[in-house]
């Protein structure tokens, strides 16, 4: 067995710092990933001069779209205001 003095030198604590090779990289992935569905987005509802449009279902591209803006803390939905937050009395 080791003893406890042995044991809390052994035991390095784990410093709470930015590193770029783990946050950095997922962060750069998930702006390709929101750049790539808003393109596409974009490209389905404008049409440019010389590209033929192309109808598809944007289910799925909005769905990443949005899920990566969550990710990033962006809400887009809309919050329901119950009858008890409401500080205005009633007549």
Known sequence: MI???????AEKPKEDKFEWH???V??????????WAGAILTLNYVSIPGLEQKQIDPTFIASV???TLVSFGVDAG???KEEKDDPSPKA
């Open 22 to 24: 783990d946050e950095g």
């Open 26 to 35: 997922g962060t750069l992935v998930r702006i390709v990933i929101l750049g």
């Open 3 to 9: 003893p406890q003095s042995d044991k809390k030198s």
């Open 65 to 67: 779209f949005t899920s």
């Open 78 to 80: 809309k919050k329901k």
